[in-house]
C-alpha cells in the first residue's frame, strides 16, 4: 500500500509530511521519558525483518491481485506504539530512497497509513483490549488479526482520502473505495494471520518482552538473545531466498488503480513532482529490489516473460532484501542510539 507522489498534491504530501514529522517527533519524546537501551537492538532487528517481509507478495486468490505484510501491528506490539513508529519511519524511509518503493512527496501519507493508524488506533484500541485480562495465545490470536484487520482498513480508506483531498478526479470516490476496502480486507486477514503466528514465536520464546511491551516498561535484566537470534535468521531467509516467491499480480493498491482508471500508474505533473522523482532516481541505487542493470533488460524484454518466470530467482532480489534489512536495522538502531544519548544528557544532574 506504498503510495507514488502521481496520487497526491503537493498541498496533501506536505501536510501529511508535517504530521508524520509531528508524530515521530513526540515518538521520540516519549521513547526518550522511558528509555530502555534493551529495545535499541530490538527495533533494529525488527524493522530489518519488517523490511523483508514486506518485499513478498502473497497472492489472493480469484482477484488477480497480491498484498504484503504491512508489519505496522507486529511493530507496536513487540516494541510499544512510539518505538513501534519511528521503526515504521525508518523502513519506509530506506525504500523510498535506495529502493524507490514509494515516493519521497508521498512519504508522510505512507508513514501515516501504515504507521498511524497501527500504533496509535488499533494497537491502544483493539490489542490492548482482547489482552486486557492478561496474554494468552487466544487473546493474542484475536487481538492480532482484528487489529491488524481494522488498521488495514484504515489506512486503505485514508489513501482514498488522501487523493480524493489531492483532486485526483479520475479516481471517482465511489469507485475506489469500493474495490480499495475488500481487496485490503483480504490482505488485512493475512497480516492478522501472520501477526498472530510471529507475536505468538516471541510470547513462548520469551514473554516477558511482550508482558513488559505491553505495560510500557523497560525489558530490563530479561535476556532477549533467542528472540533476535530467531528474527535475524528469519531476516536471511526471508530477504535473501523467500522474497523470489514473490507474486507477480499488482498489489492492492495498483490492483484498485488499474480497475478503476484502466492503469495501475498514473502519470505525475510537472514540476515537484518531476524534480522529486529526479531525485529519487539518483538516490535509488536498487529500484524495485533488483540490479539497475537488470531493470533495464527487463523493461526491454517486457513484462510478460517476467511473469512467466516463477519463482523469480534473482541475485539482485537477494542482495536487496539483506541490504536492504541491514539498513533498516542500522538506522532504526542509531535512531534508538541517538535517543539513549540525549536521555543520558537529559538525566545528568548537569543538565
Given at each position: 500500500?506504498h503510495?507514488?507522489?502521481?496520487l497526491?498534491?503537493?498541498a496533501?504530501?506536505?501536510?501529511m509530511?508535517?504530521v508524520?514529522?509531528?508524530?515521530?517527533?513526540y515518538s521520540?519524546?516519549?521513547?526518550?521519558?522511558s528509555?530502555?537501551?534493551?529495545?535499541?537492538?530490538?527495533m533494529?532487528?525488527?524493522?530489518?525483518f519488517?523490511f523483508?517481509?514486506?518485499?513478498i507478495?502473497f497472492?489472493i486468490?480469484a482477484?488477480g491481485?497480491?498484498g504484503?505484510?504491512g508489519g505496522?501491528?507486529?511493530?507496536?506490539?513487540?516494541l510499544?506504539?512510539?518505538?513501534?513508529?519511528l521503526?515504521?519511519a525508518?523502513?519506509l524511509l530506506i525504500?523510498?530512497?535506495?529502493?524507490g518503493d514509494?515516493?519521497l512527496?508521498?512519504?508522510g501519507?505512507n508513514?501515516?497509513?501504515?504507521?498511524f493508524?497501527t500504533?496509535f488506533?488499533?494497537?491502544?484500541?483493539?490489542y490492548k483490549?482482547?489482552t486486557r485480562k492478561?496474554?494468552?495465545?487466544?487473546?493474542i490470536?484475536?487481538g492480532?488479526?482484528l487489529?491488524?484487520?481494522?488498521?488495514?482498513?484504515l489506512?486503505?480508506?485514508?489513501?482514498?482520502?488522501?487523493t480524493?483531498?489531492?483532486g485526483?478526479?479520475?479516481?471517482?470516490?465511489?469507485?475506489?473505495?469500493?474495490?480499495?476496502?475488500?481487496?485490503?480486507?483480504a490482505i488485512?486477514?493475512?497480516?492478522g494471520?501472520?501477526?498472530?503466528?510471529?507475536?505468538t514465536?516471541?510470547?513462548?520464546?520469551?514473554?516477558?518482552i511482550?508482558?513488559?511491551?505491553?505495560?510500557?516498561?523497560?525489558?530490563?535484566?530479561v535476556s532477549?538473545?533467542k528472540?533476535?537470534?530467531g528474527l535475524?535468521?528469519?531476516?536471511?531467509?526471508?530477504g535473501?531466498?523467500?522474497?523470489?516467491?514473490?507474486?507477480?499480480h499488482?498489489d492492492?493498491?495498483e490492483w484498485?488503480l488499474?480497475?478503476?482508471v484502466?492503469?495501475?500508474?498514473?502519470e505525475?505533473?510537472a514540476g515537484?513532482h518531476?524534480?522529486?522523482?529526479?531525485?529519487?532516481?539518483?538516490t535509488?541505487?536498487m529500484?524495485?529490489?533488483?540490479f539497475?542493470?537488470?531493470?533495464?533488460?527487463?523493461?526491454?524484454?517486457?513484462?510478460?516473460?517476467?511473469a512467466?518466470?516463477w519463482?523469480?530467482?534473482?541475485p539482485?532480489?537477494?542482495?536487496?532484501g539483506?541490504?536492504?534489512g541491514?539498513?533498516?536495522?542500522?538506522m532504526?538502531?542509531?535512531i534508538g542510539y541517538f535517543?539513549?544519548?540525549?536521555h543520558?544528557k537529559?538525566?545528568?544532574p548537569m543538565?
Open positions: 500500500m503510495m507514488a507522489d502521481a497526491i498534491s503537493p496533501v504530501g506536505g501536510a509530511l508535517a508524520t514529522v509531528g508524530a515521530v517527533a521520540a519524546k516519549k521513547v526518550n521519558a528509555m530502555d537501551e534493551k529495545k535499541i537492538p530490538l533494529g532487528v525488527m524493522g530489518a519488517i523483508a517481509a514486506q518485499m507478495n497472492t486468490p482477484t491481485s497480491s504484503h505484510l505496522g501491528m507486529l511493530l507496536a506490539i513487540l510499544g506504539p512510539y518505538a513501534g513508529f521503526t515504521m525508518s523502513i525504500q523510498a530512497l535506495f529502493f514509494g515516493g512527496l508521498a512519504y501519507c508513514v501515516f497509513n501504515l504507521g493508524y500504533c488506533i488499533a494497537y491502544p484500541l483493539i483490549w482482547f492478561g496474554l494468552n495465545s487466544l487473546s490470536f484475536w492480532a488479526v487489529s491488524a484487520i481494522v488498521a488495514l482498513q489506512g486503505a480508506f485514508s489513501v482514498v482520502l488522501e480524493l483531498a489531492s485526483r478526479t479520475e479516481l471517482h470516490f465511489a469507485s475506489f473505495v469500493l474495490l480499495m476496502q475488500p481487496i485490503h480486507l488485512g486477514l493475512v497480516e494471520l501472520v501477526t498472530a503466528a510471529v507475536v514465536f516471541v510470547w513462548q520464546a520469551r514473554p516477558e511482550l508482558e513488559k511491551a505491553h505495560l510500557g516498561q523497560a525489558i530490563g535484566s532477549i538473545k528472540v533476535l537470534t535475524a535468521v528469519a531476516v536471511v531467509l526471508v535473501g531466498a523467500l522474497s523470489w516467491f514473490a507474486s507477480s499488482p492492492g493498491l484498485s488499474e480497475r478503476t484502466g492503469t495501475a500508474e498514473l505525475a505533473p515537484v518531476q524534480a522529486l522523482a529526479e531525485l529519487q532516481s539518483k535509488a541505487f529500484p524495485d529490489y533488483g539497475k542493470s537488470s531493470e533495464e533488460v527487463a523493461a526491454k524484454t517486457g513484462t510478460e516473460e517476467a512467466a518466470s519463482p523469480a530467482i534473482d539482485g532480489t537477494s542482495v536487496a539483506l541490504l536492504g541491514a539498513l533498516t536495522l542500522l532504526a538502531a542509531l535517543i539513549s544519548i540525549f543520558r537529559g538525566s545528568s543538565a
